[in-house]
C-alpha cells in the first residue's frame, strides 16, 4: 500500500468517525455535568437524538445565504481538523480554523437580528483571547521538533509536553474559551441563561443548527487531537497516554464549566492574556534559551 | 418513520402570570424533577424549540408577541398552555384588559390545568405534547401538513 492510499484511508475514517465521538463526548459530558448536579441527566446517546430531530425540522433560513455559510463554516473546520490528523502543517490548519470562525460570524450577523450580531462579536472578542495563545503553542512546536508538521511531531524521541509545560497549561486555559463553555461562554449563552437568547446561534435553527452541532463536535475532536499533540512521541505506549490525558482534559473542562459564572469580555481577554504572556510567553523563552 | 420523541425542547414564555407557574416550571428542570432525563431542554429560542410552554394569561399587549414566538419556531411544533391562567385566563379572566387563555391566539394542543400546576403535571403535560410532537412530523412527512414554504406561498397569493 503506498502513501497515497493509507492518507485517503485515515481521511475518510477521520470524516466518519469524527462527528461520532464528538457526539459521545457531547453525551458522556452532559451525563457527567448532570451527576456533578445531582440530577440522573440524559442518556449517553441524547445528542445524536437531538442531532436527528433537527434534521427532521422544517426548514427556516432567515437569510438565504446563511445555508452556504454555515456549510463553509462545516467545511472549513471538517479541514482544520483533517490536516492535524493527515499529519499535515500545524499553523496552516490554525489559519483555517479562523477561516472556518469568520464564516459563522457572517451566518450570524448577515440576519441582522441584534442578539446574533451581539453573539457574533463576542464570539470575535473570543478569537482576540485565544488566539496570540495558538500561536505560540505552534512556534512552540515548531522550537521543539523543527518543522510544522503534525507527522514530525509525532516523531520525536521525548514527548514535546517535556519541554512545553508551560505552553501545555495555556493551551488548556484557552480551551475552554474554544470550547465556548463557562465561564467563557459568553458569544452562545448556555441553556439557563438567556440574556442574549442563544447568542451567535440565536438566528441559527433546524437543519442549519444540526449543521453547526456537527461542526462543533469536529471542533472537539480536533482540539483533543491538539492536546494529544503534546503528548504523543516515537513510543506506540504514549498514544493511549495521550488519549487518556485528553480525557482528563475533557473532564477538566467540565469541572470547570459546572463550578464557574461566566465572566464578562474584557476580564477575559484580559485573564486569557495574562496567563498565555506568563505561561506560555516565559516557556518560549526557556525554549529559545535552551535550543540555541 | 423517524422518532423525534426523545429530543423535546422547550421555550418558556410568560404572559400575565402571577409567576406561580413560572416558578413551577423551572422546578421541573431542578435535581429533583430532572426533566433533562427525557431529553427536555429548556432554550430561550424560538427558532430550535419544539414546543412552546405558555403560562398565564393573554392581555392585549403580549398577545401579537405569543403570535410571532409561534410564528417563529419551525414545524413540527407544539404548544403546551400551563397552569388555568394559560387555559382559560383564569383569576385574572375578567380583567379589563385580558384577552383569556393561550387560545385566544394560537392553537393550543395540550391543557395542564392547576392553579400553580404542579412540576409532575407540567411533566406530564409535556410528555402528551411530545406525542402529538410526532404525529406532527408524521403528518408533515406525508405531506397532510403544510411546510414552511408551502405556507409563505399560500401568504404570497393571498
Ligand atoms: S394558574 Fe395560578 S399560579 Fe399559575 S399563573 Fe395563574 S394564578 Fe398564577
Known amino acids: 500500500m503506498n502513501e497515497m492510499t493509507v492518507k485517503i484511508i485515515v481521511a475518510v475514517c477521520y470524516v466518519i468517525l469524527a462527528p461520532i465521538l464528538g457526539g459521545l463526548l457531547d453525551g458522556i459530558g452532559r451525563k457527567i455535568s448532570a451527576r456533578m448536579q445531582r440530577r440522573v441527566g440524559p442518556p449517553i446517546l441524547q445528542p445524536f437524538h437531538d442531532l436527528g430531530k433537527l434534521l427532521h425540522k422544517d426548514p427556516i433560513h432567515v437569510a438565504p445565504s446563511q445555508n452556504f455559510l454555515m456549510m463553509s463554516y462545516l467545511f472549513f473546520v471538517i479541514l482544520t481538523g483533517g490536516m492535524i490528523f493527515l499529519g499535515m502543517d500545524l499553523l496552516m490548519s490554525m489559519f483555517i480554523l479562523s477561516t472556518a470562525v469568520m464564516f459563522l460570524y457572517f451566518a450570524a450577523t448577515v440576519t441582522g437580528s441584534p442578539y446574533s450580531t451581539i453573539g457574533a462579536t463576542r464570539e470575535l472578542l473570543q478569537m482576540v483571547a485565544y488566539e496570540p495563545c495558538v500561536l505560540l503553542t505552534c512556534v512552540g512546536f515548531y522550537i521543539v ?71 462543533e463536535w469536529y471542533e472537539t475532536v480536533f482540539l483533543m487531537g491538539m492536546v494529544a499533540l503534546f503528548i504523543v512521541n516515537k513510543n506506540p505506549i504514549s498514544i493511549p497516554v495521550a488519549i487518556v490525558v485528553a480525557f482528563l482534559v475533557y473532564f477538566l473542562e467540565l469541572l470547570i464549566d459546572n463550578c464557574s459564572a461566566r465572566m464578562k469580555a474584557d476580564k477575559m481577554i484580559k485573564l486569557s492574556w495574562m496567563v498565555t504572556i506568563i505561561a506560555a510567553g516565559a516557556n518560549l523563552l526557556a525554549l529559545i534559551y535552551i535550543f540555541k | 418513520m423517524y422518532n423525534i420523541t426523545r429530543s423535546p425542547w422547550v421555550m418558556h414564555y410568560d404572559g400575565s402570570s402571577c409567576n406561580g407557574c413560572d416558578i413551577e416550571v423551572l422546578a421541573c ?15 430561550g429560542d424560538p427558532m430550535q424549540a419544539d414546543i412552546l410552554l405558555v403560562t398565564g394569561g393573554i392581555n392585549t399587549q403580549n398577545a401579537p408577541v405569543v403570535k410571532q414566538l409561534y410564528d417563529q419556531m419551525s414545524d413540527p411544533k407544539v404548544v403546551v398552555a400551563v397552569g388555568v391562567c394559560a387555559c382559560t385566563g383564569g383569576v385574572f379572566k375578567d380583567c379589563y384588559n385580558i384577552l383569556g387563555g393561550a387560545d385566544q391566539v394560537i392553537p393550543v394542543d395540550v391543557y395542564v390545568p392547576g392553579c400553580a400546576a404542579r412540576p409532575q403535571a407540567i411533566i406530564d403535560g409535556i410528555v402528551k405534547g411530545i406525542g402529538v410532537f410526532q404525529e406532527r412530523l408524521e403528518k408533515m412527512e406525508k405531506g397532510e401538513l403544510k411546510n414552511q414554504e408551502e405556507k409563505e406561498e399560500a401568504g404570497k397569493e393571498e
Open chain 1, 145 to 215: 521538533r523543527g518543522s510544522f508538521e503534525t507527522a514530525e511531531i509525532i516523531n520525536g524521541d521525548i514527548s514535546p509536553i517535556a519541554y512545553l509545560p508551560g505552553i501545555f497549561v495555556a493551551f488548556i486555559f484557552i480551551l475552554t474559551i474554544k470550547m465556548r463553555k463557562s465561564p467563557f461562554d459568553i458569544s452562545t449563552s448556555h441553556h439557563p441563561n438567556q440574556e442574549i437568547v442563544r447568542g451567535i446561534t440565536s438566528e441559527i435553527g433546524a437543519k442549519n443548527f444540526a449543521v453547526f452541532t456537527l461542526a
Open chain 2, 29 to 43: 428542570l431542578t435535581p429533583v424533577y430532572d426533566a433533562e432525563r427525557f431529553g427536555i431542554i429548556n432554550t
